[in-house]
């Protein structure tokens, strides 16, 4: 036993009477010290910021005392009458809704390939992961080019084919679909490993069984690998949704919210309110909305996923 | 079915996962080689319809060009001395503050966890404003520090230490004091050898998140002497708007030797993102 002098109620021990115990728990205080500072300055004292300007009109130049009060008008402001932010609302959840609900059954399908017998699983492993690393911005770069209306190679090929030319990035209704097609490029491989792993996890043992009973293959899928996999796909499905709510590099560098709004974001709108236009109730506002829902989606899912396996 | 039919269907299944697999693999580098093909192309044959495939002969003096347009060498040091920096404080303040809640026991280290456990779950767009303006405040924009400093603690970092920490022994660490070692020398001579992994893994992470990371710099820095790779690619899009094989050579420089790295090491890094999905 390391401290036998402690008596500890649920939340705070006493304060230890020997003197060698005392200068123990003195260091842990010197070890927390900086780190919970940090975490005060740049995260927990600036989210109650946030909250506070977004009840005021702000453009960050004049006085913090002297920010004029708006009460939730800002927040009335966004959920009826800020256009923008509707459509960015609603582009962000295709967004997130499209490459989340692609890569999940994507990654799955690779996933399954790359478990069952097959050669050189690292290297479709490696081939498949690179976008995940990769740069945003430069994904962002590159499919530019690739999806661009005159001398992007998607177009040639589809001329070549004597197909019509399509706009893609610098169309109204292309636009966020090309968006949804490069998250799913850029995270898949994401997918295949975190699934794939979680597929080698699973004992052998229950297969084995599920042969003897004679068990198909779809019935082994259905009632092995997807009941044990549910904690994984909670895991990655949670993570990335998390994620795509907040996409901001890839459209900031491809349509910028172009054309007419309808690849508009909300970090991105959040952005050009708060850095562009000096509106930073606003855009705290808008924060804390999809932040809420970031929430409420994320409690969704979780409830959704694990009440499922408890009925399995 | 004859034996003969039963291989031959088995066969024809396993060319489908391979061309599936072959299929896909294609879709994923492609890319990339394109960005590679294009940056060696003239302006000229970038523009061609119908399009060229390769070029006539390949451009390298696309890169020299690049190079005399952008300092490539201070980008990278930019970004490889910030990155470098931030996964160094990411795993100090992780593990020391992970090893205080995992081993010790202090007034307040409940309350303490639930704070660390509660901002773990804030997205970074809600203290971007606040954040800024400290750091404005600070008279930090334009310089590393403002670059670096909010990124030296992470919340994830000290929860993850933690739970790793906490399946150390405390016979070892009790064996250590009464062989007379400070709290300090605990730390660094036994906990964090055993913990080498998971510092291995959220290092690695770290490093990505910082080396990728775009929105932050673009708001502090706002001179090209400091600028990281992402925002010089970010310069390089204006710059050479009319100019796709200097942009695809600009892109290429600043992608490549990452893809690299990450091909040399990507055992560590898929085992290490492996990890985190079954932990989660």
């Known amino acids: 036993m390391s401290s036998p002098a402690i008596k500890s109620s649920w939340w705070m021990p006493d304060i230890p009477k020997s003197a060698v115990l005392r200068r123990r728990m003195l260091w842990a205080y010197v070890f927390v010290a900086a780190p919970i500072i940090a975490l005060l300055v740049f995260l927990a004292g600036p989210i109650l910021f946030s909250g506070w300007v977004s009840l005021h009109r702000w453009d960050m130049l004049s006085p913090v005392g002297d920010m004029p009060w708006r009460g939730l008008q800002n927040y009335v402001f966004l959920l009826t009458r800020d256009s923008i932010f509707i459509k960015a609302l609603g582009n962000t959840f295709l967004f997130a809704i499209g490459g989340v609900g692609a890569n999940t059954i994507l990654g799955l399908g690779f996933a399954l390939l790359l478990n069952s017998r097959i050669r050189g699983r690292t290297v479709w492993r490696v081939l498949y992961f690179m976008p995940v690393i990769t740069a945003p911005l430069a994904l962002a770069v590159m499919f530019s080019f690739i999806f661009d209306r005159n001398y992007g190679i998607v177009n040639s090929v589809i001329t070549a084919l004597g197909l019509p030319r399509q706009p893609f990035l610098s169309g109204p209704n292309q636009a966020l679909m090309t968006l949804i097609f490069i998250a799913i490029y850029q995270y898949v491989g994401y997918y295949i490993v975190i699934f794939l792993a979680g597929l080698q996890g699973i004992p052998q043992d229950y297969y084995d069984a599920a042969q003897v009973d004679g068990a198909g293959n779809w019935q082994e899928f259905r009632f092995i690998t997807l009941p044990l996999l549910r904690p994984v796909m909670l895991f990655v499905v949670v993570t990335n949704t998390i994620g795509a709510l907040q996409v901001f590099d890839l459209v900031f560098a491809t349509t910028g919210g172009a054309p007419a709004n309808s690849s508009m974001t909300v970090v991105l709108h959040m952005y050009n309110t708060a850095f562009k236009f000096s509106r930073m109730g606003r855009a705290s506002a808008m924060a804390f909305i999809l932040f809420a829902i970031i929430m409420l989606i994320t409690v969704m899912q979780v409830r959704l996923l694990r009440d499922r396996s408890y009925q399995d | ?280």
Do not use: C, H
């Open chain 2, 1 to 280: 079915m004859t034996k003969d039919e039963k291989s031959l269907l088995e066969s024809a299944g396993s060319a489908l996962k391979y061309l599936v697999l072959v299929g896909g693999a294609f879709l994923m580098v492609f890319p990339f080689v394109w960005m590679m093909i294009a940056s060696l192309m003239t302006a000229g044959e970038i523009q061609m319809r119908p399009p060229v495939w390769l070029p006539a002969a390949p451009q390298f003096s696309n890169y020299s060009e690049l190079a005399r347009s952008i300092p490539i060498g201070r980008l990278y040091f930019n970004s490889l001395f910030t990155s470098g920096v931030i996964v160094l404080g990411v795993l100090l303040s992780s593990s020391l503050a992970g090893f205080a809640f995992a081993k010790y026991r202090f007034p307040g280290r409940e309350l303490l966890f639930y704070l660390i456990l509660a901002t773990m779950m804030i997205p970074f767009f809600v203290t971007l404003i606040p954040v800024f303006f400290i750091v404005r405040q600070l008279g930090w924009i334009n310089t590393y520090q403002g670059l670096v400093v909010p990124g030296l603690t992470s919340a994830y970092g000290i929860f993850l230490m933690r739970q790793f920490m906490v399946t150390v022994p405390d016979e070892l660490i009790d064996a250590a004091r009464i062989d007379g070692a400070s709290e300090p020398m605990i730390y660094w001579r036994i906990v964090i050898p055993l913990v080498k992994p998971a510092l291995a893994t959220l290092g690695t992470f770290a490093f990505i998140g910082a080396w990728n990371n775009f929105l932050w710099p673009l708001l502090v820095l706002n001179s090209r002497e400091l600028f990281t790779l992402p925002l010089g690619i970010n310069s390089l899009r204006s710059l050479y708007a009319d100019n796709t094989n200097l942009l695809m050579a600009g892109t290429a420089v600043a992608v490549l030797p990452m893809l690299l790295l990450f091909v040399l090491l990507q055992r560590y890094f898929i085992q290490g993102i492996a990890l985190t999905g079954l932990k989660g």
